[in-house]
């Protein structure tokens, strides 16, 4: 039967979404400019909450779309301005840069991560002990390199063996091509050891992406906003470190604490272990790789080896913004291992560009977060507070808004909230430097608790690999719940308890310094 042309309209928006979906973001269109005719602030909360909807729903319809509208409609209806999006989008363009240069990157040194994590994999047969390391490994590298770029790297890893798997599942070899995102070829003996890996692999997944938060709170190149909050207070990577350790240390013991615990007791969709017929092919496939490698292939990993030694190098000591990195990782790594057709190389970008465009789109949401100061009764509340109540309150606030919200735009508006306090005498150089240390934990700990609050997070639930796993924005609030509990409560602790003693104890052994700080400050004010 002949499709009518309105009905073609129709089923064309949004393409294969259900039609309540279709319905609910077409609803959304038309009261948002109602609201805002109304009350502008509550239109731009409303607006949000609409946004977060459409993560939610990522598995029905990829959130650019709808939530592209969205943002399109705020602007035209002067929610924010076009310059104000441009202007958030020139201050991100790091991370925008990381995204499509670093992430392409990684892609071509996928052999490489694939022999060493098939080692770690098949080396190491307890499911908690591995768990532990994919988490304190995540750590590590986060506090170090860029969270992002890590993710990138567990990401590629996790398609590469969910890709043998399934393609020996649907009764193919090793060499075969295979479409691993349909399961229609999949044998019926197999689906159940489908099922279950998985669960292996999500859980994994989630242990190294709470890892990414642990590592990068602690460290001041582990997160963008970590980089802003020393900036602000001037201190160096050493300062930064140990005025953190009082919060860090603790929650990363707990942390790992609670990885093990999850494990053990098989909870919140953890302790899923890698089936036996799962293993059993992963070690044929190893076994089958070591027979056939040749020169020409042992020559790509050691160059794919000496470019991830530079990578680390480059990002560890900041030899350049970190999307030149993966930019200068992609010239190395296709140079040196023969890919120069553009077609091979236009490969590498499929998985970052669509996540590289949603970001844009949840900067233009900040931009409508920005200009309807929606965040500004919380900050002049916290502000209002004094004390030791102070910065707990700094913490609760925002761990609440970086979970709604982007952490790296709660923790600069913060920071710059309290510097201008502290030039206009308001609040002494010791409280700036506590609250500092409440704001950049506030930031990068409780904000585990959704994908929108992690980057790396989001990019894990919009990745190829979440829908072939199933990993829905459900299901990683249920799987982060008991991480969001234990890093919340346990930094809060931290800044309650620790702190303060710490801190003043640091500073009576000449660990850390603040005349320095006061040098600078009072040059600050002066320009102030």
């Known amino acids: ?153 567990v990401i590629s890893v996790a398609v590469g063996f969910y890709s043998i798997y399934h393609k020996v599942a649907s009764g193919k070899d090793f060499q075969s091509k295979h479409d691993h995102t349909s399961d229609d070829a999949v044998h019926e003996p197999s689906r159940q050891d489908l099922e279950d890996y998985r669960a292996f692999l999500r859980s994994l997944l989630m242990h190294a992406g709470v890892g990414t938060a642990l590592g990068g709170v602690m460290t001041m190149v582990g997160e963008p906003q970590n980089l802003i909050i020393a900036d602000q207070a001037g201190w160096q990577f050493g300062e930064f470190l140990l005025r953190m350790a009082p919060v860090t240390i603790p929650v990363l013991f707990c942390g790992l604490a609670t990885c093990m615990f999850v494990e053990k007791f098989h909870l919140f969709g953890y302790g899923a272990k890698l089936p036996d017929t799962v293993r059993a092919i992963l070690v044929d496939y190893d076994r089958a790789e070591r027979a056939k490698r040749t020169n020409l292939d042992v020559a790509k990993l050691i160059v794919q080896g000496m470019i991830a030694v530079w990578l680390i190098v480059g990002l560890a000591l900041h030899l350049a913004a970190v999307g030149l990195i993966g930019l200068s990782v992609i010239v190395l790594a296709t140079s040196f291992t023969g890919v120069i057709d553009e077609h091979q190389i236009g490969k590498a970008f499929e998985e970052a560009l669509p996540f590289t465009a949603l970001l844009a789109v949840f900067f233009s949401i900040v931009a409508v977060i920005i200009d309807q100061q929606l965040f500004a009764p919380v900050i002049q509340w916290v502000l209002s507070m004094e004390g030791h109540d102070q910065l707990s309150m700094f913490y609760i606030a925002n761990g609440l808004l970086s979970m709604v919200s982007d952490n790296v735009f709660v923790g600069t508006v913060y920071i710059n909230e309290v510097k201008a306090a502290y030039l206009e005498g308001a609040i002494s150089r010791e409280q700036f430097d506590l609250l500092a240390v409440a704001i950049n934990t506030g930031t990068n700990l409780p904000s585990v608790a959704t994908p929108n609050g992690q980057a790396a997070f989001l990019f894990l639930l919009t990745s190829t690999l979440a829908p072939l796993l199933r990993l829905s924005y459900g299901r990683m609030v249920v799987m982060a719940f008991p991480y969001t509990i ?23 052994a000449g660990w850390i310094s603040e005349t320095a700080h006061m040098i600078q400050d009072a040059a600050a004010a002066a320009g102030h």
């Open 486 to 508: 234990v890093l919340a409560l346990v930094g809060l602790g931290g800044i309650e308890l620790l702190l303060t003693p710490a801190t003043e104890w640091m500073i009576h």
């Open 1 to 153: 039967m002949a499709t009518t042309l309105g009905n073609a309209f129709i089923k064309n928006f949004l393409g294969k979404a259900p039609d309540w979906y279709k319905v609910l973001i077409i609803a959304f269109l038309i009261i948002n400019p109602i609201i805002f005719h109304v009350s502008p602030f509550i239109a731009g909360w409303v607006l949000v909450a609409e946004f977060i909807f459409t993560l939610a729903m990522a598995l029905k319809c990829y959130p650019l779309q709808p939530g592209g509208l969205l943002a399109i409609e705020a602007v035209a209806i002067g929610m924010t301005s076009a310059d104000q999006v441009k202007h958030e989008l020139v201050a991100n363009i790091e991370v925008l840069l990381l995204l499509v240069f670093m992430v392409a990157g990684i892609y071509f040194m996928k052999q490489l991560l694939l022999f060493i994590f098939t080692k770690i994999l098949l080396g190491i047969r307890s499911k908690v002990l591995l768990s532990v390391a994919f988490c304190s490994a995540a750590a590590f590298l986060s506090a170090f390199l860029d969270a992002l770029t890590v993710i990138a790297v």
